[in-house]
């Protein structure tokens, strides 16, 4: 069992950055892949990167370039920094974990998720 906490959402300016943060328990944390998602109300959950134990990683374009997604495996973190922020970037945004060493986009792959966080994005 892997439970999730999100950290670090709030309200920023078009242009601005914001890092999110993830803390996860468990003794496997590096045997999993980890991933960010974003939900706007009333739409799909999207995908927006996923990070492997080795650090490889692999972003959705619409971030590509801006957002970057690393992770700490001694510490059970890992964080999403976000930079030239955009308005249409607001949602809320889930850490999830997946029990699997590959890179993961699809939203049923991962097997947890944490509660959330608020982003938002003023223009």
């Known amino acids: 069992q892997v439970q999730l906490v999100e950290s670090g959402g709030g309200l920023v300016q078009a242009g601005g950055s ?5 803390a996860a328990s468990g003794r496997t944390f590096r045997s999993y892949t980890m991933g960010w998602f974003r939900q706007a109300p009333g739409k799909e959950r999207e995908f927006v990167a996923s990070i492997i134990y080795s650090g490889a990683t692999y972003y959705a374009d619409s971030v590509k370039g801006r957002f970057t997604i690393s992770r700490d495996n ?5 964080a999403l920094q976000m ?4 308005p249409e970037d607001t949602d809320i945004y889930y850490c999830a974990a997946a029990n699997t060493l590959a890179l993961q986009i699809n939203t049923n792959e991962y097997d947890y998720w944490g509660q959330g966080t608020q982003v938002t994005v003023a223009s």
Request: glycine share 0%.
């Open 74 to 78: 001694a510490k059970n973190t890992q």
């Open 83 to 86: 930079a030239s922020l955009k």
């Open 18 to 22: 914001l890092r999110l943060s993830c």
